[in-house]
């Protein structure tokens, strides 16, 4: 169970910044900070798969680094299984497990190093830990290059690797960036079945794609954010409700279209 | 914390590229550029020492005892002319004809008679690096000289018994208080530090790029941050491996400089080297040990700061380099000659275990000063381990 409500984050701009004219019609553009994320509230339950979508630059990423305790919110509250992020970010961390497609491995360790060394940073005793690895490496079929190094692996099997480090510690929650960008096809159907798999096992996945049709096959739930804003929060018949036909892309813009109006309306 | 230090020291181990820089490089390149240094200059050296020098004599007639000294003298080489005035031979020399030129007065021997002070002139270029040839001069004028004296008495019929007396009443015998492991640790103790120093940062450097901006670079920061262990921990990690580097980078060295020493010292004419080595105990490798530990974790903390602040590996370069041009400055200031270990030199950063590592190699350390030094460095570690730690948990520095 995942609870999101009016989370806010600025960057602070360098004094010699200049903006671009494109940056000043952004209304997130102060004269001091960057509002990268203004108000994105959402939630979801066990078992559920989120997608989350939007606009490149809308906040997604930061909006899941902050899921993830990489940042600190400036305001808002994130409870994960009713644990508070902000308050007990080290107990939260324990919960959760983060993906992206361009998470890296560390090039000098082997796969099963790689997954090692985060099960150990997450605590766990090495009798658990080989069981579970042992575990994963047979669900993701890993043994044959378990003890290759990551400098010497293929896309496919450094994603396998990626994946399994993300749930050695067998997370409460999943936090998927972008999981499939830039993946070829092979890959991106593991990830599929990962998520899929996790789904089954009812652990929320919580990720940010642009595919739809990754959203159409998986996803429980849907998040629009546009210009750092939650412009749509709810169940995927009720996004597909928005377009005529149940079309996922006309949804989708009709929601952004939507959140423009409302914005110029509030400038206004 | 432990788990990241292994796990660092594990991948630094697998690296071709630490293993060049941490333990090759000491180990070889150092005593084959010191090598190759020590034989060009012994050879110019003996060559000068070698060297014939073409030389005239303007009315040689005058003292023909001293025209055959200087013609049976082995570095001499006499060469024909008929130019007498100064100016020509200022001329001469600076033309290459020959490169010295001695002018006796043409009224030196009655002068002689009259026992009056005469005045001879010597023509040469004295910019010189080697002046040999002045020293070799100097010599023949001084047996010469003591010739003349003799000769002078001799008429004078003063008792040739006392004569050594007469000619030099006072003759000093030298006693040095300074030991020669003293002498010789004036020279190289300097040279020691100038070494051990940036070795010590250039060991470290590699793997902190590697740690901060590399991990940045590829991607794993991001999921090391969510980690369920505290920043100060992974910081720490991180900076004992660094140090680690450093350390053992600094530590080879040391062992590399004592073997080759011992190496090149077994070579004939090297016996200084030998010497050197010899003289320093253990106790002192420890001492100097002990004093790079905390310069070491300065370094360490600094280089991870960069690296953790630079987006790639590349700009972590960028910020380094001039780092370790800038640790030159007071390692210089250490050689210069009259700069010497006190309680204001003691405060200096790295200057000032330079400074001490001199003074152990020349065996004349004082205590006091190398527990200040430390106790100064241990300081400045921990505040520079402090700022990285705080600089580890901006988020503007970690998501730049």
């Not at chain 2, 240094?37 to 110019?44: A, D, K, N, Q, R």
């Amino acid at each position: 169970m995942i609870d999101i409500q009016e989370l806010a984050k600025a960057f602070a701009l360098g004094k010699n910044n200049k903006l671009s004219d494109t940056e000043k019609q952004d209304v997130r553009y102060s004269k001091e900070a960057f509002h990268s994320v203004r108000k994105v509230s959402f939630n979801c339950g066990s078992g559920e798969v989120l997608g989350l979508l939007g606009p490149n630059g809308a906040g997604k990423t930061t909006t899941l680094r902050m899921l993830s305790t990489a940042l600190k919110p400036d305001s808002g509250t994130v409870l994960l299984n009713g644990v508070d992020v902000l308050k007990q970010p080290v107990k939260a961390r324990q919960q959760i497990g983060f993906l992206s497609a361009d998470t890296g491995l560390y090039g000098k360790l082997t796969a099963y190093e790689n997954v090692a060394y985060f099960g150990r940073l997450h605590g766990m005793d090495e009798k658990a830990l080989k069981q579970r690895i042992d575990e994963l490496f047979t669900l993701l079929n890993m043994h044959d290059f378990a003890n290759r190094r990551a400098d010497n692996m293929s896309t496919g099997m450094k994603q396998k690797t990626a994946i399994a480090r993300a749930v050695v510690h067998s997370p409460k929650v999943v936090i998927l960036d972008e999981p499939t960008t830039g993946l070829d096809i092979m890959t991106v159907q593991t990830v599929l079945d990962f998520i899929k798999s996790l789904k089954a096992a009812g652990t929320p996945v919580i990720f940010s794609t642009h595919h739809l049709d990754e959203v159409a096959t998986l996803c429980d739930r849907v998040v629009v954010i546009d210009k750092g804003v939650s412009a749509f929060s709810g169940d995927i018949t009720q996004f597909k409700a928005l377009s005529a036909e149940g079309d996922l892309r006309e949804a989708f813009l009709s929601v952004l279209q939507g959140s423009a109006g409302t914005q110029q309306q509030g400038v206004a | 914390m432990w788990q990241v230090y292994f796990k660092e020291l594990t991948e630094l181990m697998r690296d071709r590229k630490t293993l060049i820089f941490v333990i090759l490089l000491p180990i070889f390149i150092f005593p084959v550029i010191f090598g190759v240094m020590g034989l060009v200059l012994s050879s110019t050296t003996s060559k000068a020492m070698q060297e014939e020098h073409r030389y005239v004599i303007v009315n040689a007639e005058q003292a023909p005892e001293f025209r055959d000294a200087m013609f049976y003298h082995k570095n001499f080489k006499q060469v024909q002319t008929e130019k007498t005035a100064e100016a020509d031979l200022v001329a001469a020399i600076r033309n290459d004809e020959f490169d010295v030129a001695i002018i006796i007065p043409a009224d030196f021997s009655v002068k002689r008679q009259a026992v009056e002070q005469v005045q001879w002139q010597i023509i040469y270029n004295q910019s010189s690096q080697f002046d040999f040839m002045y020293r070799y001069f100097t010599d023949m004028l001084a047996t010469y000289n003591e010739q003349l004296q003799r000769e002078t008495l001799n008429q004078l019929n003063v008792d040739p018994q006392k004569l050594a007396a007469i000619i030099k009443p006072v003759d000093a015998k030298k006693v040095d208080t300074a030991d020669k492991r003293e002498n010789i640790g004036e020279k190289f103790g300097a040279v020691i530090a100038y070494i051990l120093v940036p070795l010590c940062l250039l060991g470290a450097s590699y793997p902190a790029i590697d740690m901060g901006a590399g991990e940045k670079e590829r991607g794993t920061l991001e999921t090391l941050l969510i980690c369920p262990i505290s920043r100060i921990s992974i910081v720490l990690g991180k900076f004992l491996t660094v140090l680690t580097t450093g350390l053992v980078g600094a530590m080879i060295t040391v062992g590399s400089f004592g073997i080759w020493g011992a190496i090149i010292g077994s070579f004939a004419g090297m016996a200084v080297v030998q010497e050197a080595m010899s003289a320093i105990a253990i106790t002192e490798l420890i001492l100097i040990f002990s004093l790079l530990l905390p310069i070491s974790a300065v370094f360490a903390a600094l280089l991870l700061a960069i690296s953790i602040y630079a987006r790639t590996f590349k700009e972590a370069q960028n910020y380094i380099s001039p780092l370790s041009v800038l640790i030159f400055v007071p390692l210089v200031a250490a050689m210069m000659p009259g700069v010497e270990l006190n309680a204001k030199t003691a405060l200096v950063p790295v200057m000032n275990v330079a400074l001490a590592i001199k003074e152990l190699i020349k065996g004349t350390a004082d205590y006091m000063m190398l527990a200040l030094i430390f106790g100064s460095t241990l300081l400045l570690a921990a505040a520079a381990i402090g700022f990285c730690v705080h600089w580890f948990q901006q988020e503007k520095v970690l998501f730049r």
